[in-house]
Structure formats: C-alpha cells, structure tokens
C-alpha cells in the first residue's frame, strides 16, 4: 500500500508533469491511482432458470446482456441446439466460457458427444456443479469422484475443454483429518482438473478462499459471487447486500487464477432485480 509520503511525492511529479505532458501524466496518473475493476461480469443462468423456460432462452439471453453482462454460465440447455445456444449468444453480444454438468453425465459413454457439443458451442470448461447427499460422506466416494474427473480430463482436454469442480459447503465437512474438497484437490493436482470456487458456500463453510488459492495457485479460473448475510444461518444475498468483503477477495483474485466472476443467486424473490443490483455493484466496485 502507497504510504502518504509515498502518495505525496507520486503526486507532486504528476503535477510536475502535467505543466509538460498534460496527457502523458494523464495517464500515469490513471495508471498509478485508479484501482483495479472487473473488466467483464458474467452471471450463472440458474439464476434465471423459470425465465429459461417460460420466455425462452433467447429472450432472456437478450435481458442479461441489456444489463450489461458479457458471459454467462449454463446449467442446461433446456432442448436447444448446440449451433441455436451459440447463434443466440452471439446475437446478444454474449460468451459462455463455462457450463454445469452432473456427476454422472461425466461417467455415461455419451460423455464425448457432451464435449463435442461444448466445443461447438465455445465452452472452455465443464464444471460438474453438484453432488447428492448419497454420493457425499467418504473418503472412498471422493475419491472415485476425483477418479472420474481424472478420466474426464483425459477426453474433454482433446478437444481444448477443461474439467472442474463447484462446491457448495459439503465438501468441506470433515472426514477424518481430511475432507471432500481436499481429495479433490489433492488428487488432481498435475492433471490439468481445476476448481470453481463458490464465495458464499466457502463463506457459510467458515473456510477463506484466499487459503485455498495460496495453497493451490491458478486452479481456480472461474468464482461465483453471491453475497451472505452473516451470522449462523448465513442468509443468501445479492452481491453487495450482504458481509462478504468482495474488494479484499478480488485483490488477490490472481493467486487463484481467477479470471471469469459469475454472479448468482440460487433462489431469489425476483431474479432480474437480484442480477441486475449484483451487476450494478460489481460494475462499480474498485480493488488493488
């Protein structure tokens, strides 16, 4: 941080500067002051699911994008075409980077039309979003998980796809002196598996993110952003409505590789004014 001696001698040779290069120390000036923003906010389409069905896909692509957002994530296609999701995103301005997939979609022998499909598309990742309660609890059961995505990785990565994981606050119940997320990571690390981190789930589970990034650095290109109330129950909130100090976790967003910010709600009263506050508060929001 920029100490006011610092901060005083920076701007005395701005201004120094300016009586002879007014536009040369214009931009030193932005360069050396202005804090750091997210130059791209994108939103998980979940969020929007009813809209998805009944305005269609289409129209509500076209909302999110009137918001101001340029990437979006899917959970589900709901019957369209490869070739109709990327002709609807480039209409609108829009990318999918990422997309929501089950466990079990990984392991059927249809698994390489599912990477094709992405591929068309332009997905860059596919992120398996969710376990069930039976497929959680044991050492054993992450463990053929992360065999899973090893063996996913090995397909989706000839295409130029990536695999990763999403948590939710499972992972991290403790299994002996381990736990769910820590297999995960641990057994993929070197295979090009990656991670997307979920900021409110890690909250809610008393974890900090920033521990995770530092100990696994540059496996976690994607986050969802979704704020939290505090206390014990840890009420779900629209990003900047709640506790989550989001300037301090996006200044050390490059320790995880973090580059695509979803913005999520997973059951908000009214959607479009949930993703569209998010957005508005991200879109401000200015870090080192």
């Known amino acids: 941080m920029t100490d006011r001696r610092e901060f005083l001698r920076?701007?005395?040779?701005?201004?120094?500067?300016?009586?002879?290069?007014?536009?040369?120390?214009?931009?030193?000036?932005?360069?050396?002051?202005?804090?750091?923003?997210?130059?791209?906010?994108?939103?998980?389409l979940y969020t929007v699911r009813d809209a998805m069905k009944t305005q269609g896909v289409d129209a509500t692509l076209a909302r999110v994008a009137q918001i101001g957002f340029r990437e979006v994530e899917f959970a589900g296609y709901f019957d369209r075409s490869s070739q109709q999701i990327r002709d609807a995103l480039r209409a609108n301005g829009l990318s999918s980077p990422s997309s929501h997939i089950t466990i079990d979609m990984i392991r059927t022998p249809g698994f390489e039309k599912i990477v094709e499909n992405a591929q068309a598309i332009g997905h860059k990742w596919l992120i398996v979003a969710w376990l069930a309660e039976p497929d959680r609890g044991s050492v054993d059961k992450y463990n053929a998980h992360a065999d899973a995505l090893l063996s996913a990785q090995r397909i989706a990565s000839q295409a130029g796809i990536t695999m990763a994981y999403h948590n939710h606050d499972f992972e991290f119940d403790p299994l002996g002196s381990t736990n769910g997320y820590e297999i995960l990571l641990s057994r993929t690390a070197g295979s090009g598996v990656q991670f997307e981190m979920d900021l409110y789930w890690t909250t809610k589970a008393g974890k900090n993110?920033?521990?995770?990034?530092?100990?696994?650095?540059?496996?976690?290109?994607?986050?969802?952003?979704?704020?939290?109330?505090?206390?014990?129950?840890?009420?779900?909130?629209?990003?900047g409505a709640g506790s989550i100090p989001w300037a301090d976790l996006f200044a050390q967003r490059r320790l995880g590789g973090v580059k695509h910010f979803y913005v999520e709600h997973d059951n908000p009263t009214d959607p479009f004014a949930s993703i569209t506050s998010s957005f508005a508060y991200l879109n401000q929001l200015r870090f080192r």
Do not use: N
């Open 209 to 239: 993110a920033v521990d995770y990034w530092t100990r696994f650095p540059g496996r976690f290109p994607c986050v969802h952003v979704k704020d939290s109330a505090g206390g014990t129950a840890h009420e779900m909130r629209s990003v």
């Open 10 to 44: 920076l701007l005395g040779a701005t201004a120094a500067a300016s009586a002879i290069w007014p536009k040369a120390a214009d931009a030193f000036a932005r360069d050396t002051f202005d804090a750091a923003r997210l130059k791209k906010v994108g939103v998980q």
